[in-house]
């Protein structure tokens, strides 16, 4: 079992910046792949980012390419997503997730465990 928090949400306004930060506890967080996800309010889940275990992969939806970064420290058990000229568009909760994949996927039901969201508010 992996249990994931999120924190890092708020309102901020168009062109601004955030960092999400995803905490797991429980199993070996370092041999996982994690990904970040959004939901907007009528929406389906879309994938904004993803990690490998080691850090050597990263993967964006190209509507975030350039803007936000996703990182990880295995010896702190947290994953980051640092949100960078943000647009109101971006508004959402925004979950990270654990997947046992040995590659970034970027399919929800590839994604074991998450996170109860935290969210991200983009004022014009």
């Known amino acids: 079992q992996v249990q994931l928090v999120e924190s890092g949400g708020g309102l901020v306004q168009a062109g601004g910046s955030l960092r999400l930060s995803c905490a797991a506890s429980?199993?070996?967080?370092?041999?996982?792949?994690m990904g970040w996800f959004r939901q907007a309010a009528g929406k389906e889940r879309e994938f904004v980012a993803g990690i490998s275990w080691n850090g050597v992969n990263e993967r964006y939806a190209d509507s975030v390419k350039g803007r936000f970064t996703i990182s990880r420290n295995n010896a702190m058990d947290t994953v980051y997503l640092q949100l960078n000229s943000l647009k109101p568009e971006d508004t959402a909760v925004y979950y990270c997730a654990v997947s046992a994949s040995a590659v970034v996927t970027t399919t929800p039901t590839n994604y074991d465990y998450w996170g109860q969201g935290t969210q991200v508010t983009v004022s014009s």
């Open positions: 429980g199993r070996i967080f370092s041999r996982y792949t």
